[in-house]
């Protein structure tokens, strides 16, 4: 198992990962970023199961899943 991490300066904003996740644990942040879009956040850590969905459809590669 595995968790995400996301490069908030990577996101444009996109929102496809926030669709695509089975659990419904990411969401828009409420801060911009570098680039000034609203990215990704994870709201709903606990409900993660490192499935990684959200890292494959991230056209930007601005999440990965890493192992603890």
Do not use: F, T
């Not at 926030?18 to 994870?42: F, R, S």
């Amino acid at each position: 198992m595995g968790r995400i991490v996301l490069n908030r300066d990577k996101c444009k904003a996109c929102y496809l990962c926030i669709d695509a996740c089975p659990n419904k644990v990411l969401g828009a942040d409420e801060n911009v970023n570098a680039l000034g879009y609203y990215p990704m956040a994870v709201n709903h850590p606990e409900k993660c199961v490192g499935c990684a969905i959200c890292a494959r459809v991230c056209p930007d590669i601005a999440i990965e899943k890493v192992y603890r």
